[in-house]
């Protein structure tokens, strides 16, 4: 049995579990056990990735496992491993079992509610595994289809609109990402021979040229969306504003990163030349949201609007260094998507925590929570310090590397947007500022906040998973980094013996 | 006689009924007479073939058989679809075909 | 005539057969004894199902004007099960009372359209093909207007005959025009001295217009909401699945068998006339909140996405097209099963009325949930693969805007699609459908389809089986 | 060469300490968690002095230069194949002298705290991050490399941050924490692209490589001339950039004052003693490649210093809260360093402004905490920040008014004080080197001595004002660093800095030049002499001055505006200006497009909704005109 089967089965099993529970109690004791062997499993996996290294396997992809699946159509059942996507599966696990227990309380339907959660879940994990554009694609989809229900039973405020403005936003991605995929299905193989999907036999060859032109913006936009691209991010703020708090976390954790792993495996990392003629459109709009999505998180009054905005801010930062095209940056654009995919699914279950003890979201109802709920405030401190770029936290060194390695160009459109990008860190640290002076400092606004209590034991366990993981990330991000590094090696070969270089505008 | 008349006339005729067929199945109110329109468009039919038949492939019976059972094919429709028009009837007393619009957008 | 001639022609002769006997049958019974005539046809049906599986020999009859290949025997059998789960799910509906003495005649009538379709489907030539579609679409008006006292039904029997009578006599004009181009019926013939002079794409288009009243394309669409509203469910049911799925089979072979040096031609017909039908099938179905009538539109627009896998013209445009008819079977069919069977036990049929469901019914609405999802095409149901392998054919002819048209089409159907799941399981209601237990019968018949709903997408013998079987078309 | 890996301590015992008061503070008494970081620092303080000694001193071979060595080092993460950000130890004069002054100051306040915070609530709190403070302070000074700098930069500005927001339930210390912050902030992100153009144009981060003469950064000044600056020129500027906000120079100095809401020790630490004068640090670290690669920046700095030190001064004589007067005065004094940095040469006697600006940091740290101390005592005992509130109080507590006194002596420039040396040899570099920024610095020397003793007679002098409850003087616990501080800043300045603390390492003859200390001293007197004619009784002429230079002494009583325009930046622009069109643009275009697709779609869904007429001949129409459209499209069309 393949380990990486484990990653999709486990899943599956705990949700068929939890179908034979009987109260909620049950239910959530399943999935978290169910979970916690997920995480256990992704440790062990980090652990046999790199023992396989250390041992000299250099082998682009781990732990392969091959299965024809429809033969007609060279459909493959085709999973694998590198660096990359070992340390996204890491992040999936930890996010979701903090995501299980931040959602401890949940009582009604909850069976439904875990059911449709690791689901979700089952998706992302068997997205990261798959190296089979097919079956990528397939579960890509199941891992956006739960978020209906989830957003729609669960929600709070304008629900059903939300949620159906999501689901139909990012199928509408899709319906790109399917144009994009089937043409390069059919164009695997210029110089005849059997068709495929498999993404390694696929970087092997080169796509005509022609067709990538056509190709690369279905591709890289239809994962786009899903990484809340400007001007196709709107279905984010209302999304997240809508969603149970375990849903944000999984959805801004992990679900938003797919867009960005896709645009790098798929998009660039298949058709670098068009890639590389058509980054600077790209560039454009994803510097334009990191910018934009900063200044639109300052006006806002909602906690989880402002977190949805730095959300598109920080994402931008990925496709931002993905288009950048260098190890370094690409480097940077991976542990971008970890560090953010953890700080704000800290951030959102904080905020889910604040909420169903003020309930409330608007920072101007509340003030002085430090006082009350030192734990939570001091948490969400941490939080925002880690978003705002604080050395010895996760955010600084996924923004440094990406600052590098976009510094990299030396012409100056890449230098003007690159120092655009950076400026953001300013106007990150001011609304966060904003936010932890109004809502947790300063006197207490309203007395009935006096006696809410502080975390209870397992909103305590979700948080603190979530702050060690960053903490380790920002202290000691070597090992991480270095795992990606030695995975990126061939992706960098590959976009770099194509002779292009950049097109700019000066 | 053949050749005395040439083939285009049948044509003609047989698609002048096709369309005057056509045209009274668009305007007879009477559900009846849309009925006996669209004979007319089955008759035009069979004229082709027959007239095709006879004049261009005149060694093979295709056109022939086919416009048998065409005829035949027709009585049967007709007779289900007057007995459905009789049930309209009852159902809504009259067979105008605009009072038949119950269901519509 | 030999065995061999009874195996070419199996499903036909069986048909004729059930049918006649179920009349005997129904003679020599008194009124109180009617039900029975259930199980029989229940178990004449199995027979003639497991007669169907057995192994299909190759080869003509009649002078080459019934034929039968593995392939069309194939097909046959998707539309028996189809049938069969149909037969299950309106046990309910047809021992209401105001039924039961004319059950008979619903089980003659349905296999006797069903015997039409099998000829058409098998015919050889136009002569064969031109009895097969009359035999199909009369007994159809008579089972639109089954319950004739009812004057929606009434109606939907009159809309029925006369307009498929109009696009018949189109049709027929069309093949006298074949014909007096060509000099011959027959399909063999035809395609050898077919070309694209301007009288023969007359001819084509108005044969095309023909079928494409069968499968309800736009603009011949028009007849479909009202008929499938105002028949009976289970009837609808048979209308959207079974006749739209012979006639998109007989469509395609045709197509690739007799008109294939018209390519070029009917591959822009296809591509202006699916995106029509994709997009205004959406925009109709967006607006209904009768079930029904959802349904019907909602599988317009899957007509739409039929056309798609035609247009590749290839044995992978064959292949998607069949098994894209097969998980549309199962997932339509396990749609209006719910439909039916909340109308037969409640009467109910406005999407309003279906709020709250998962309270009462949790399992109804499951399966409801996952009809919709599979119809939307959302993995991992079988829908999913039906339509991923559909754009992949049309792709691989290169139509690469046409799918994303397609996809986008699929999105907006998302929509309404999800409008049911939101009233199922998101709507609050008053007074929900109360708990019930429908009849083992209707049971059997939805767990059927939910089971194909589920297995036949990742079973992935089954596509590869029909991938075989279409072989033999070139 | 002996082992100095044990220096690896200095900052992971403050490290230890943080993490272990912040997360089990609670659990037991406050004042154990005192004891606890004190004793550590006292700790870390011998360790400090001994590393001191031994590199100056028992490991220095007599006659040769002082070498910086890497006591310690190890990678923290590869950015590329060229660019490593290590993490390490690095022992050279500055960063040896820049030990003793953050550990004395450091310890000086946890003992002045022990007694200062008694009975606050969060005692251990304080304590915590005044040891996370001191880690992050000590990680900067021994940073290997620019860009480990920059991490403990930030860690430094963030304690900073949760310092000056002690009191977080107090709006104004909050929203001074997040000014400090955010002007900070702002200018490390000069800082950070100075870094990214200095590291990319010389593929190192490392400070030993980028600063040897013979260094990529100096040898081949790379990067292309933009606006008439080379690269590395802008690069350095925009470093500075990062130093001026730290270091509040003008115009990034408006967080300083501001951040007077801190607890008094904390100003004293980190806005008089330590923290701020990291601009100094930065500059003094990579001064050769200021100097021999970019002598247009080296202006930049010295003009800048002048300046913030004359503007800083100015507002000093018109503020009555005696914090914000200290922290003008620091401004000013920090102005001094940049200047005497700035006009520095490189190597030799030119590089007697180097030396004088590292000494004068080290006498300042002394002095300047003292006075902060000093002042903290006082309002210990006042209860209040406003000099209005004060006078007289020499006779309350004799141990603080000596020892204010004798700070008040010491930044006035008197004689065999240590200010006076540092001081002077500043002086002396300017008169040298650039004769405009001397006059003002002599200048600036005057007010700074006016300003001192307004602020010492309004205090100890003046009126008696009767308090409601009689001042008393400090316990011992605040006492003692006020005496050892005093000791410092008495004797600080006979340590041969030009020996020790030099350029280029070696070390060179510095001697007094009465053509510029006699000036100094003399002007340094008048300003005393002024100051005490106004202040030392209570008189008319403070008031008449006020009214006769009008305007002018209005706008520097407004601090020239400053805070007004800042917030008009922020407030008006950034907020009103940007951020509320973006947030509304993104609701109601961006978003407002996706709706309208949607809505767009429904209406088509009505419009078209009347071909479904219910009309069986309507619907033949429709069929036949399908039929005959497509006929006309492809026999007549195609």
Redesign the interface.
Known sequence: MNILTLFVLIPVLTTLAIGFTKNMKQTRLVSAVGMSIQLILAAILVFMYLGERNAGNTAEMLFTYDALWFPSLNIHYAIGVDGISVAMILLTAIVVFAGIFASWNMDFLSREFFISLILLATGVFGFFISIDLFTMFLFYEVAVIPMYLLIGIWGSGPKEYSAMKLTLMLMGGSALLMVGLLGIYFYSAPSGGQLTWNLLEISKITIPIEMQRFLFPFTFIGFGILGALFPFHTWSPDGHASAPTAVSMLHAGVLMKLGGYGAFRVAIFLMPEAAQEQAWIFLLLTSISVVYGAFGAIWQKDLKYINAYSSVSHCGLVLFAVLMMNQTAFNGAILQMISHGLMTALFFALIGMIYGRTHTRMINEMGGLMKVMPFLGVVYVIAGLASLGLPGLSGFVAEMTIFFGAFQHTDSFHRILTIMAISSIVITAVYILRVVGILLLGPIKDDHYLHLEDAKWHERLSTVTLVIAIAAIGIAPLWLSDMINVSLGPIVDKISITGFQFVSLF | MTGTIPLQYFLIISTLMFFSGIFGFLTRKNLITMLMSIELILNSVNINFVAFNRYLYPDNLHGHFFTLIVIAVAAAEAAVAIAIIINIYRNFRSIEVDKVDEMKF | MTINDFLLMRHEIMLVLIALILLIVDLNLKPTQKPWIIPVAMVLFIIHIIVGFLPAPEGTLFGGMFRSTPLINMMKNVLNIGVFIIMLQSYTWIMKPENREKMSEYFVLMFSTLAGMYFMISSGDFLMFYLGLETATIPMAALAAYTHHQTKSAEAGVKLILSSALSSGILLFGLSLIYGSTGSIYFTDVAASFGAAPMQVLAFLFFFSGMAFKISLVPFHLWTADVYEGSPVNVTSYFSVISKGAASFILILILYKVFFQLIEVWQNVLYIISVLTMVVGNLFALRQKNMKRFLAFSSIAQAGFILLGMMAGSQMGMTSVIYFVLVYIFSNLGAFGVVSAIEAVTGKVEMSDYNGLYRTNPRLSLLMMLAMFSLAGIPPVAGFFGKFFLFTSAASAGYYWLVFIAVLNATVSLYYYLMVVKAMFINKSDEPIAFFRSDNMTRAGLLLSAVGIVVIGFWSQVYEMINNLSVGLF | MTDYTYTLLIPLIPLALFLFTGLTGHKFKPVVSGLIGTTGLFVVTILSYMTAIRYFWTDHVEGMGYTSLKAFET??????DK?TVNLGVLIDPISVMMLIVVSTVSFMVHIYSLGYMKGEVGFARFFSFLSLFTFSMMGLVLATNIFQM???W??VG?SSFLLI?FY????SA??AS?KA??VT??AD?GF??GI??L??MTDTFDFQTLVSPTGPAITQVGGAAFLGLSGITWALILVFMGGAGKSAMFPLHIWLPDAMEGPTPVSALIHAATMVVAGVYLVARLFPVYSLAAPDALHVVAWVGGFSSLFAAIIACTQTDIKRVLAYSTMSQIGYMMLALGVSGYGGHDGLGFMAGNFHLFTHAMFKALLFLGAGAIIHAVHSNDMKDMGGLRKYMPITHITFLIACLTIAGIPFLSGFFSKDEILTAAFHHNMPLFIIEFAVAGLTAFYMFRLYFSIFWGKETHYHHTPHEAPATMTIPLLILAFGSIFAGYLPFHELVTSDGMPFEAHIEYAVAIPSVLIGLLGIAIATIMYRKQTEIPQRLATGFGYFYNWAYHKFYMDEVYLFV?KKI??NY???P??WF?RHI??G??NLI?RV??R???L??G?????????????????IA??I???YL?
């Open positions: 990678t923290w993460i590869h950015f590329s660019l920059y991490i403990f930030e860690l963030v927001g977080y339930t107090k709006p909050v929203s997040k912050f955010i902030r702002f992100l950070l692209i990214l153009m590291s990319f922020t950034i907020f940007i951020s509320r973006v947030a993104d961006v978003d497009f996706m949607a779609i429904e088509s869904a009505y078209i909704k071909f479904q007429s219910g009309r069986i001949q309507q619907y033949g129409f429709v069929f036949v005109s399908g039929t497509l006929v499209i492809f026999i195609w």
